[in-house]
């Protein structure tokens, strides 16, 4: 009983604290402009996309390298909330900021 009682609260607890973000992570941003940017030697391209204002690397341009796991269906999360109006957050690459900064890979887009 005292382990189904521990386990309800700490379910609460986890529950009531919300969303966890991996950082870092942006605060909430729209979404101004996507740019696919095609490879020339054939393989997979980058997609850029500008935000209304900088966020974590004192940038408001990062990329989605679509080479990636996931890059593509972060470009559809980017598209989407360009289209839409919608709200993101974006974590950027545990790498850290990119040099220069215009280049700092998105690790996720969080869509509000």
């Given amino acids: 009983m005292k382990k189904q009682i521990g386990s309800f609260v700490a379910l609460g607890a986890i529950i009531c604290t919300g969303l966890t ?3 870092p992570t942006s605060t909430k941003l729209k979404i101004v ?3 696919p940017y095609n490879n020339a ?7 850029y996309i500008q935000t209304d204002r900088t966020g974590p690397c004192n940038t408001n341009t990062y990329r989605i390298p ?3 796991g ?3 269906e972060s ?3 980017a598209v989407t909330a360009l289209v839409a109006g919608r709200d993101v957050e974006i974590e950027i690459d545990n790498a850290g ?3 220069p900064a ?3 890979n998105v690790q996720s887009i969080y869509l509000w």
């Fill in 41 to 47: 030697s054939g393989g997979p391209g980058d997609v």
């Fill in 21 to 23: 973000h991996a950082e």
């Fill in 66 to 68: 679509l080479a990636w």
């Fill in 97 to 99: 900021c990119g040099t």
């Fill in 75 to 77: 470009f559809s999360i």
């Fill in 33 to 35: 402009k996507v740019r």
């Fill in 102 to 104: 215009w280049a700092t």
């Fill in 70 to 72: 996931g890059g593509k």
